[in-house]
């Protein structure tokens, strides 16, 4: 049902701040279950 | 503007304000919801000064009786309260501007048990009859009046839930449109999920808890009990969050001037969330015996996949930021920051729960993971997590919702005066929750246990080190019942505002939008493979607790 | 459905983070040993735990070379033995149930951190390299007396 209209669409918004503030996002989720894992491994 | 008579189901567009039954139908729930919040806030007060060892409690009155009352009230009646107001006032809005009658008759029946529920369970609590937590773990027992009162709660909320069923069923019915609008969409996605996760805790207080309070049978399992409780207990938290993300995609997008990012992708968040919420309850019992390692972290592994819904919203909401900012003219990567409008207490509000949302994730993720809960199971770090997520993230966005909805529902103005005090009330929280909660998630990592009252342990040195980060936390606590105080205010002016009209904020979708594959409202579907997740999940390890149960436990009543 | 191609971006990078945590919790519990408590279903009375070997015996039952058995025993408001003595070293298979409620069991400084529940025994095994008095503390809400529920492990 989307492929005919896709052509017709407006073109692709630039997101180029949202990219960076999710990949930002990610990074503090990565940063903070990396340290939380260590300080277990160190009392294991 | 005069309140709008009949308004048949078609004439949504022209909607000229709410009908006296159903404004005092949502603002019923809404009251009590804040009511609810004052009181159990006045309990975090009292549990933040006395854990501080900055106060003792007047006799007649108990830490953990007080505990019990916080987590009642603000984890389940605050919040299951305030859910259905404001669904049923979406769901009038949008689905033909008035609540059919059968459809208000349900939502008055189930706010009257839902009420008489949290009365008797309120009054329950106050007698010292029911100091078992709201987690009511068995084989402590409570009064079986107590169970009873849990149990119209319950059952009030299915009421509650049928009445935007029938009105949702009745519009598909009689509605010319494809698509169902986007909230009535989520509002009966949330409804639904709520449904489908309140039978576990509906069935072990029915064929457990009330039996064995009342002595008709000699004991219970308590894995059994434990299981089936987490089995609703994590969906509940989504039971929070799907509202939450409604008025982040629905009515944020309208505050700052622009239009809902993607339909489709919103929907599908949800569908989402309906399928990977309910088969994830292990993650609340990794420290448990008798749950094998395998099955926890398969359980483990769902719970990951519940993130990915999250992660879209995310997306989502950074993306209608920077569109609509740079239809507003903003230039490069931050710039759209800068069009948002930060003195409008209806946007500031969310936006600090989606804020306090980033650290909140990120310990949710580190509390389900595996053998790494061990680092944190009933520490004060758990503690920490909830009130960054379901008292701020949920929290905040109710409230800046609450700053619009009790105007447009009394015909009221939202003035300039009472905005400038809405930020107040906000940024108080705000204060208040970064220092009680990064004190608590430090402690916690230090061990410090949670759900217990002051002490060091016969002044063990580990528990004396622990007392400054509690004495922050009262400082905290405190300053989050100060902005309660301002919040109590603010509503006295919102209902002394001068008359006029406040628009019920909804974003639309933009009309080049790209379309929404109506499977996605396949509600059959999506259930059906809900119901297979829970079976595939649950059904070994259940029946494994069912035939290695020992004799049971006798009630106990240790407070 | 239409994803923009940085959404695609972003939840490919989303979904592979989420896959690194799980391999590695994956890998630590199944092949490294970092099991969270469960699995072996041991069922007791609760009514007649201190009758019930282990039970009957609790403390430190030493296996061979550095590896000890510690049987204990949760109550309101304590727990059974107190003040356990553990030499410096040692590998410890604690084995943890419950008489009464549903406590928790949770050796401060230590990943020792479980659920003692009546009916059932939990396990979890852990090695004591420092030497010192380590706080044991009931964190699962209990009774009254909850905030009084502790002891000490002692290891040298």
């Known amino acids: 049902m989307s492929a005919n209209k896709e052509n017709r669409q407006r073109p692709e918004d630039n997101l180029s701040g949202t990219l960076v503030s999710v990949l930002l996002l990610g990074a503090v989720l990565t940063l903070s279950w990396l340290g939380a894992y260590l300080i277990f491994l160190n009392r294991g | ?163 935007i069923f029938y009105q949702y069923r009745q519009w598909k019915k009689t509605s010319s449109e494809k698509l169902s609008p986007l909230f009535a969409f989520m509002a009966v996605a949330t409804m639904l999920l709520w449904q489908i996760a309140t039978l576990g805790v509906a069935a072990t207080v029915l064929f457990q808890f009330i039996p064995w309070s009342f002595g008709w049978v000699e004991t219970i399992n308590v894995m059994i009990s434990r299981t089936l409780f987490w089995y609703f207990g994590h969906p509940l938290v989504y039971f929070w969050l799907l509202p939450t993300y409604m008025v982040w995609y629905l009515v944020v997008p309208k505050v700052i001037g622009g239009k809902v990012f993607s339909d489709a992708l919103a929907r599908l968040a949800f569908v989402l969330f309906i399928m990977f919420s309910v088969p994830v309850g292990f993650h609340h019992q990794l420290m448990e015996p008798a749950i094998s390692p395998f099955w926890k972290y398969v359980q483990v592994i769902l719970t990951f996949m519940v993130v990915v819904p999250s992660l879209m919203t995310a997306f989502a909401m950074f993306a209608t930021f920077e569109v609509t900012g740079r239809e507003k003219g903003a230039k490069g990567l931050f710039g759209w920051l800068k069009k948002l409008p930060w003195g409008d207490v209806r946007f500031f509000g969310p936006f600090m729960g989606m804020l306090f949302f980033i650290p909140g994730g990120a310990g949710g993720l580190i509390n389900a993971s595996n053998q790494m809960n061990a680092l944190v199971h009933n520490t004060l770090f758990v503690t920490g997590h909830f009130h960054m997520t ?151 390890p259940f029946m494994d607790l069912l035939n290695t149960s020992g004799p049971g436990s006798k009630p106990w009543v240790t407070w | 459905m239409h994803l923009h191609k940085y959404e695609k971006i972003w939840l490919v990078f989303g979904t592979a983070m989420l896959v690194v945590f799980l391999a590695v919790l994956g890998a630590g519990t199944f092949a490294l040993g970092m099991e969270p408590p469960g699995g072996h279903h041991i069922q007791i009375d609760p009514e007649k735990v201190e009758e019930t070997p282990p039970f009957d015996n609790p403390g430190l039952q030493h296996v061979g070379g550095n590896i000890y058995n510690a049987y204990m025993i949760a109550f309101v408001f304590g727990f059974k033995p107190a003040n356990l003595e553990i030499p410096v070293g040692a590998t410890v298979h604690f084995q943890v149930t419950s008489k009464d409620v549903v406590h928790g069991f949770q050796i401060v400084g230590t990943n020792v951190n479980i659920m003692a529940i009546p009916g059932t025994v939990s396990h979890y095994t852990y090695t004591f390299d420092e030497p010192g008095e380590y706080l044991l503390l009931c964190n699962e809400y209990c009774g009254a007396g909850h905030e009084y529920m502790a002891t000490k492990i002692i290891v040298k």
Do not use: C
Request: a positive charge.
């Open chain 2, 1 to 163: 503007m005069i309140q709008a008579n009949a308004v048949g189901l078609s004439a949504s567009r022209g909607f000229a304000g709410f009908a006296r039954n159903d404004s005092s139908l949502v603002m019923s729930h809404v009251l009590f919801a804040y009511a609810a919040l004052f009181i159990g806030g006045l309990a975090g007060l009292l549990q933040g000064l006395v854990r501080g060892g900055l106060i003792t409690l007047p006799g007649g009155i108990g830490y953990y009786q007080l505990l019990t009352a916080h987590g009642v009230l603000m984890a389940l009646i605050f919040t299951t309260f305030f859910i259905i107001g404001f669904l049923y006032s979406g769901v009038a809005r949008t689905m033909g501007g008035k609540l059919l009658p059968a459809a208000s008759s349900l939502g008055w029946a189930g706010f009257i048990l839902m009420a008489a529920g949290t009365l008797i369970g309120t009054v329950l609590i106050l007698l010292d009859q029911a100091t078992v937590l709201y987690t009511f773990y068995a084989p402590m027992k409570a009064s079986p009046w107590f169970y009873v009162a849990l149990a119209l709660v319950v059952v009030g909320s299915w009421l509650s839930g049928y009445g």
């Open chain 2, 390 to 540: 379901v008292a701020s993230t949920v929290a905040l966005t109710f409230m800046g919702v609450l700053y619009w909805l009790v105007p447009a529902l009394t015909n009221r103005v939202l003035t300039p005066r009472i905005n400038r005090l809405g930020m107040w009330q906000v940024g108080i929280w705000t204060l208040g929750m970064v220092i009680m909660s990064v004190a608590m998630h430090i402690v916690g990592l230090f061990g410090a246990p949670r759900r217990t009252n002051y002490t060091t342990y016969f002044d063990n040195p580990a528990a004396q080190d622990w007392v400054p980060y509690q004495v922050a936390m009262a400082v905290g606590g405190t300053i989050l019942f100060i902005s309660l105080l301002v919040l109590v205010y603010n509503m006295i002016l919102l209902f002394r505002a001068p008359k006029g009209t406040t628009e019920y904020v909804l974003a639309e979708t933009s009309a080049d939008a790209h379309p929404t594959p109506p499977i996605l409202e396949r509600w059959g579907l999506w259930v059906f493979i809900l119901v297979v997740l829970v079976l595939a999940a649950y059904t070994i």
